[in-house]
């Protein structure tokens, strides 16, 4: 027997071999890679209430009966006027948690189908409109941003007012989902070396594809430099490079100094400071635009583009989540006066702004990263009104 068959042999029949430890180990990590963070959250979401409803009403939740499952969907549509698409999520979370347990998935019953279907044409017939988030459009950005720069004053307030503006400004422009936001990092950030000059924007996949990458373009702002989105982004960036800087300064000083730990108030101790002087020396005009200056260059460019704040007002390493994205975006909306957004309204209203500015179908969906036209024409909020433009001639 060669010694490559008896590895292999060795591999397969040994149950603590390293690497079938290691496969195991890989395995879980990509299994659980392939769902997105949010997509789990909403199941874990859905399956907790299911399991609570069947508990109050003493039937079975795993494995729950078929009719079980076409009751609570009824039960959600009547009683909690739920729409279709979010009773299609429960079914999913419900099915997950079946083939997780090895029971057989009871969503998947013809009855069950037909109830869903029967909801979403009631609600079709009724004029039952999807619950959309409120569009952050340009009047409500430009709202969000001047009262967030207007009210920084201290300089924890002014980092944050760096971060809330860039992050603002960069779901507007590139109509990005909660999750994109979050997962953006320094290096998702270019500018094009080839003609025209252009921000260029990595878009990492969505729910639908993981794996997919594309990116958007735009051009530095003709308007006024506080909403423009180089501006925004390179007043943002000079505070995490100097975060980052500094940080890794004090590390590398703790290492030679042999520390056998490193000193996480050292640590930011020394992060605060150059991020305050950051600030003092980067007090060029916010209404002065610096598009052309050269783009700031990050210590480590693939850091996390938006992060949390400590408590004292400086940044941590840590990747933002599509959660505290949404609180910036409903927060800096409430601020600048409107109190009804959603962590969706920057995709919403930058979509409702380019079909309003007269860009094409094809246009949005490249922008948004769309492959139904029905999905982003949702955002056409004006489209039937524009009939009026057109001129028969009587």
Known sequence: MSTEAGRLRSVATGGDHPDLIAADAARTHYAAAATPATTTRAYSEGWEAFRTWCG?????SLPADPVTVERYIALGAVRKDLSASTLAVWIAAIADRHRD?????P???????????????????AGHEIDQAPPADHPV????????????VTWPEQVAARRDIA?????FSMLGRRSEIAALAGSDLSLTTDGERLLRIRRRGSKANRGKITHVYRRAGTGPALHCLWCGL?????????????ADREVRRQKRHRHTTI???AVNRAVSIAVQRALVIDDADPRTHRCAQAWPELADPDMPLFRPLAKAGQPLERAISDRQVARIIQARGAAGGYTTLRGHSLRAGGATEAFERGASLADVMALGDWRSPASALRYDRNRERRSVRVDLGI
Not at 234 to 246: E, P, Q, T, Y
């Open 141 to 152: 950005v430009v709202a969000a941003i001047t009262t967030a720069h207007a009210t920084a």
């Open 234 to 246: 390179h007043r943002w960036l000079v505070v995490l490079d100097a975060r980052d800087r500094a």
């Open 107 to 125: 969503t998947t019953g013809e009855k069950v189908r037909e109830v869903l279907a029967g909801v979403r044409t009631t609600q079709t017939q």
């Open 101 to 105: 347990a090895g029971h057989l998935d």
């Open 167 to 171: 992050l603002i400004l960069t779901g």
């Open 56 to 60: 109050t009403v003493d039937l079975a």
């Open 263 to 265: 000193v996480q108030p």
